[in-house]
Each structure stands twice: as structure tokens, then as C-alpha cells.
């Protein structure tokens, strides 16, 4: 939890002048670059604090320590704990900059969404967004504490995998704006259920209303309209209601979209009727602060997915969906039938373990097992323990990763489009050498 400011102003305010004069902030000693300001986090497994005499030799202005055994130089700055004062410095940071914040959570979609956004955005703004998947407890903080005095906005994605978490990132970036894209089964295990997720996703509401900012929202989800049915704040919303206040809807997907919204018809690189509130997210973000219609058009038909999400891959003898960046069972169920809807003569699906499930895992695996059973694919392989389980006799399943590698040497498959999805810890993206 994010202390008050009230208790640490003397020491913060000090702090803060300090971290003025580096230019920027990192919390491993192994990319210290000169002008740093080195955190020496405690982890479950390690004291940051000893790595500060190493930052300051590779160049570290400054050394913040919660350990007082390596005080001991007149850069290290001792602090009762190393992670609240990131946290508390990145609030006050946030404070000092222009910058509105637009705060982005939900259990799919929000790293594109964020994405598009912060390409939109870019087309008119001075635009900060979270880089890579910086988006917990300390990639909130380490993402405002990149924010200067030019920047007019900032597109901040808060993931969460225990209660009360996206309430904590909230006090920390205090948000202007705020979208959920979607709440689904997702890090089940930490929230304990799916009322769990319902609870601390809906605090990214309860922060940007009490402090009169604008949600955004997509009214074809129930979910959302109701959990907003309270709320008197802005509220706009993005859907395929005729009513909607950013109205669209999907034109065709062969396989990437083709979507209407607004009154334009838009041509993307992206794939999977799922990403379409992603899209629409953007646009209405884009409708509220009135960015150009030509300049909107560039920043969607130009954007490209990468790092393993909903990426279209051509090999020499098979076309692979590569969607293998992480997994749940709303993510899962909706590619699956996504990847059903295509018009393709041989689809195979290859489906690795879902992560953090705890208590549900069993029956989640097998429902996406038996969902399986009823969509019409060519083949289908299941990888992971879990998965393991509840293979049925129609279906390949393998325990490990390199067991389907192995088959793959002898078993090549040649002229079709396979999905692969699964958890990142499954390294499914090893198997493209050999499709």
C-alpha cells in the first residue's frame, strides 16, 4: 500500500531534489547507465540494497537504500522503505508534470488498447506510455517517473493478480481518465474468485469518478454499464448500439479487420473479432479529445502487434496466429472461436496451459477442452500438465513444450493456419522453428 505523503514530506521533498538531477530511474544495478538513480528493492529472494555500492562505481548519482549496513556512502540515500519511496516519489513526480493520465486495466486487451491509444494519441499530443508489461506495483511508479515537463499525456496500464492492487496503482498515478476493457476469469488463484476481479477492477471506477475525471466504457458489455449505474461522472461509451456514443461495428476480418466507426471505415492489421472494443477504446478516446479524422485513420491502419500477440505469422509451408503472450479462459474461449469463424481449409489449434487459476484450474482446462470438441478443427494439441489431464482420445496431448517439439520433427505439418495460445510460461513461441 501507497503511504501518505504527509508522513515522509521533510525526506520526500529532499529526495525528489535529488532525483531531479539524474535522468532516470532504475532498480537493477546490471543497466546503470551515468545520471542514474539507482532503487535497491527487497524481493523474496534478495536485498537490493547491497547492489548500491555497485550502481554508484557504474555511474548512479544517487543510491536509495532501505538496509542502513550499506548507508555508508554519501550518495546512498536511507529510507525507511526503498519500494514506498519509489512508489511515493513517482505520486509527487506525477504532481509536479501537465500531464492527464489515462489509466488502462481489465483482463484482456489492455496492452493493445494501450498501444492504439498511445499511437493515436501520438499523432497530435506529447505522448508517455508503459513500456513492455511495466504495469504492477513498480512499473506504475517507474512509468511516471519517465514523465517531464513536455509530455500532455500519459497512457498507463495497471495489471493486478490480488485485491485491492488496481486501487493502490490508482493513488499512485491518480488517473484523469480511465478504461476497463473487460473483466473476465483472469488470476483467479490471487483474487480468490471471479467476484475477486469483478471487485478490484472496479476500483479504477471508484478512483477516477471521486475525483470527477471521464470513464470510458463499452456499453455492449453489462458488466460495465452496471458497475457504473452509480457513477456521476463523464461517462462515454464505445460499442455497436446504434446509440452509442462512438458507434462502430466489424465489416469484415480476412483475416484481419475491417471495422466502421464513426462514419469511417477502417482497414487494420489486426486479427480476432475480440480486438474490436480494443479498437473501438482508441476511438473514442480519440472522438473525446478531438483528434483529426485523417490522423486517427494513420495511427489504427498503422499499428502492427508485436511481441506474440495476435501476430500473423507466414512460414514456408503453414500461416500461424501467434498468440501465445498470455492466456485465460475468457481469452482463451474467445480465440478459439475466433479462429473457428476462419474461412481456412486446414485449421489447427495448439492450446498450452493457463496460468494462476488456483482452485479452478481443473474445471477451466477441461471446459476449454470440451469447447474444443465442438468447434470445427482439423487437429488440435494440448500442452501442459493441466491440459494433460482431460485430453480426450481425439486429441494430442503433451506435458512439456519440447515433447510436442519433438513430434513435430517427425510428424511436419505442411498447408495450414494454426493458432497458438497459452500462458507465458508455457514458451510456446518456441515451437515456430518448427511449423
Known amino acids: 500500500m501507497v503511504m501518505d505523503l504527509c508522513n515522509w514530506v521533510m525526506d520526500l521533498a529532499e529526495i525528489y531534489q535529488k532525483f531531479l538531477a539524474c535522468n532516470h530511474v532504475v532498480i537493477d544495478s546490471r543497466h546503470i547507465a551515468p545520471g542514474a538513480m539507482f532503487f535497491g528493492l527487497q524481493g523474496a529472494h534478495f536485498n537490493g540494497s547491497r547492489f548500491a555500492h555497485h550502481a554508484l562505481e557504474k555511474g548512479a548519482r544517487y ?30 513526480h506525477r504532481r509536479q508534470c501537465n500531464a492527464k493520465v489515462l489509466a488502462i486495466t481489465g483482463s484482456n486487451g489492455k496492452t493493445t488498447t494501450k ?10 499530443y506529447t505522448t508517455l506510455a508503459t513500456e513492455k508489461n511495466y504495469n504492477n506495483h513498480i512499473g506504475v511508479p517507474l512509468t ?13 496500464e495497471m495489471g493486478a493478480n490480488h485485491p485491492g492492487e ?14 476497463i476493457t473487460n473483466i473476465g476469469k483472469a488470476h483467479l488463484e490471487g483474487f480468490g474468485s471471479f467476484q475477486g476481479v469483478v471487485h478490484t477492477k472496479k476500483e479504477l471506477y471508484d478512483h ?63 486479427m480476432g473479432d475480440y480486438n474490436f472494443e480494443n479498437l473501438m477504446a482508441g476511438i473514442c478516446v480519440a472522438k473525446y479529445l478531438n483528434i483529426p479524422r485523417d490522423a486517427l485513420r494513420e495511427a489504427i491502419e498503422n499499428y502492427v502487434p508485436d511481441n506474440n500477440r495476435s501476430q500473423l505469422l507466414h512460414k514456408a509451408t503453414n500461416e500461424i496466429i501467434l498468440d501465445a503472450y498470455n492466456a485465460n479462459p475468457t481469452s482463451m474461449q474467445a480465440a478459439l472461436e475466433n479462429f473457428s469463424r476462419l474461412e481456412r481449409p486446414c485449421k489447427v489449434a495448439i492450446l498450452g496451459d493457463m496460468f494462476e487459476l488456483g482452485q479452478y484450474s481443473q474445471q ?11 468447434l470445427a478443427l482439423d487437429q488440435t494439441f494440448l500442452i501442459g500438465e493441466a491440459f494433460y ?46 511449423l
Not at 511516471?144 to 498507463?156: E, M, P, S
Not at 488496481?166 to 478504461?179: K, N, S
Not at 477451466?364 to 465442438?374: D, F, G, K, L, N
Open 208 to 270: 477516477v469518478c471521486a475525483a470527477n475525471g471521464v470513464i470510458f466504457y463499452n456499453s455492449d458489455q453489462q458488466l460495465l454499464c452496471d458497475l457504473l449505474a452509480d457513477k456521476n461522472c463523464l461517462k462515454y461509451d464505445y460499442g455497436t448500439a446504434p446509440d452509442a456514443w462512438c458507434q462502430g461495428s466489424i465489416v469484415d476480418q480476412s483475416p484481419f479487420l475491417t471495422i466502421k466507426a464513426n462514419g469511417m471505415d477502417l482497414e487494420t492489421c489486426l
Open 63 to 92: 543510491a536509495v537504500v532501505d538496509d542502513p549496513s550499506y548507508a555508508d556512502h554519501p550518495r546512498c540515500l536511507w529510507v525507511e522503505n526503498s519500494l514506498q519511496t519509489l512508489q511515493q516519489l513517482a505520486q509527487w
Open 389 to 434: 489431464q482431460h485430453a480426450s482420445s481425439g486429441i494430442k496431448a503433451f506435458r512439456q513444450t519440447q515433447e510436442l517439439i519433438h513430434w513435430l520433427k517427425d510428424h511436419p505439418l505442411t498447408g495450414c493456419t494454426i493458432l497458438i495460445k497459452g500462458s507465458r510460461g508455457m514458451a510456446l513461441e518456441r515451437l515456430i522453428d518448427y
Open 115 to 124: 498501444e492504439l491509444i498511445h499511437q493515436i494519441l501520438g499523432q497530435r
Open 144 to 156: 511516471l517517473l519517465q514523465l517531464t515537463r513536455n509530455h500532455q499525456y500519459a497512457v498507463v
Open 166 to 179: 488496481i486501487g493502490a496503482l490508482c493513488r499512485v498515478a491518480e488517473p484523469d481518465f480511465g478504461i
Open 364 to 374: 477451466e482446462h477441461h471446459h476449454i477442452v470440451r469447447t474444443v470438441e465442438q
